[in-house]
């Protein structure tokens, strides 16, 4: 299975002091140079972590595939064609959510997602909606035109138990479903390294796309060489 690496949260920390460092385009890089298939990075739009320059030089820098996040709006829409990242994935975006919250609501946004996805296609720019794990708005994801599917495994994430069980039941079943109408399928949001073990046997799904417990994990693990580090210098 592929993993794609989200960058946005390296960004998230170099805004706390406004300075330069840490840069999620090295972030990105390095990454990249461990094997991961994509690089995510969500442009939102109150822009709290990714800003349009990180995505300008994500696209120049990046040489697996960029994969820009990004809400329905006319703006976003604009900049994602100008910039040419391989892949889009629409996300539902309401400002006061500290992430994304759920999946994509296509029954509402049909018609406009429909004609929202044209141009991309024209562009030659793959498109993926980040949806819930249901055969009915797979089946009008596929309707409108998307390439791929990313599943929401938030609840999945949050679950415990048998509800777990349940929740991984019915991304296995989504997953089939939507591979069977001729669509790739990805999933993500939660996941981390124990949550993920299941997600190895599960074929029809292609790749991952892992954020926030990649960079907890490697604020961590990096820690330890970073304070014998200082330490070394200071005697
Ligand atoms: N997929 C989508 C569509 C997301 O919005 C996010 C969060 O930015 C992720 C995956 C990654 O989620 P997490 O940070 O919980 O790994």
Redesign the pocket.
Known sequence: MRLAV?I?HIATLRNARGEKEPDPIEAALLAEQCGVAGIVC?LREDRRHIKDNDLARLRQAITTKLDL?MAMTTELQEIALRTKPELI?L?PEKREEL??EGGFDIVRHFRFLTEFLKPFKLAGIEVSI?IEPEKKTISLAAEAGTDIV?LHTGLYALKQNDERVLELKRIREAAAFAKSLGLKVVA????NYINIAPFREITDIEEV?????IIARAVMTGLEEAVREMLRILK
């Open positions: 989200n946005d969500h996040e994935t996300v992430t994304t980040f990313e993500g949001h939660g996941l796309s892992i954020g926030h417990a």
